[in-house]
């Protein structure tokens, strides 16, 4: 298992960037597909973004392509979230999340993945 624990969450008005980071411990990082879902109130947790073992493929929700970017370090056993352009739809507790099937159906689902993060929030303000 590995240990993940998010930060870079804030307040920030629309039109603004933040970037989330998530560092993780324990188990060997680049053997982990890592992923972000995000949480609004009231409603089910929803994909954001996710990246391969290596970095090299990434996979977007549609209501995040062109704004976000998913990247990660393995040296620094970090992946990251760029946000650009937020929108209070954006609004939301962001988690990350470590999983093992990359594959076109899995790595947009959270049973995909194993471990998870606490969340920290983003709040968009209109």
């Known amino acids: 298992q590995v240990q993940l624990v998010e930060s870079g969450g804030g307040l920030v008005q629309a039109g603004g960037s933040l970037r989330l980071s998530c560092a993780a411990s324990?188990?060997?990082?680049?053997?982990?597909?890592m992923a972000w879902f995000r949480q609004g109130p009231g409603k089910e947790r929803e994909f954001v973004a996710t990246v391969n073992w290596s970095g090299g493929s990434t996979y977007y929700a549609n209501s995040v392509k062109g704004r976000f970017t998913i990247s990660r370090d393995n040296d620094k056993n970090t992946v990251y979230l760029q946000m650009n352009s937020l929108k209070p739809e954006d609004t939301a507790i962001y988690y990350c999340a470590a999983g093992q099937r990359w594959d076109p159906y899995s790595r947009s689902r959270p049973y995909a993945y194993d471990n998870w993060g606490q969340g920290i929030q983003v709040t968009v303000s209109s």
């Open positions: 324990g188990r060997t990082f680049s053997s982990y597909c």
